[in-house]
């Protein structure tokens, strides 16, 4: 079976820290890119960060970069979204995703059933 399980979310204060996990199994983790995406209440679904499983590149929204950072622990199945100086408009649910090869927008085959992430003003 194949599962994509997220962890670490949880209230933060604003300017506040969280890292979040995603644990893989059921698939050959190293071949597969890993994205963190978020999705807020009436909001459309974005991408945050990507890690890819060719040759480690990562990838960041203009949102997220220069205050979060993606990496991965493939002896332990697992991808990391490091996320510093949160602010209130980063609350959401907070998804991980496999994709084979690379980091892309679109075609993950593999979602994860989300983790809350909530920044408090």
């Known amino acids: 079976e194949v599962q994509l399980v997220e962890s670490g979310g949880g209230l933060v204060q604003a300017g506040g820290s969280l890292r979040l996990s995603c644990a893989a199994s059921?698939?050959?983790?190293?071949?597969?890119?890993i994205g963190w995406f978020r999705q807020a209440p009436g909001e459309e679904r974005e991408g945050v960060s990507c890690?890819?499983?060719?040759?480690?590149?990562?990838y960041y929204a203009d949102s997220a970069r220069g205050r979060f950072t993606i990496s991965r622990d493939n002896a332990k199945n697992t991808v990391y979204l490091q996320m510093n100086s949160l602010k209130p408009e980063d609350t959401a649910v907070y998804y991980c995703a496999a994709r084979n090869g690379y980091c892309a927008p679109d075609y993950y085959d593999y979602w994860g059933q989300g983790t809350q992430v909530t920044v408090s003003s």
């Open positions: 059921g698939f050959t983790f190293d071949d597969y890119a």
């Open positions: 890690i890819s499983g060719s040759d480690g590149s990562t």
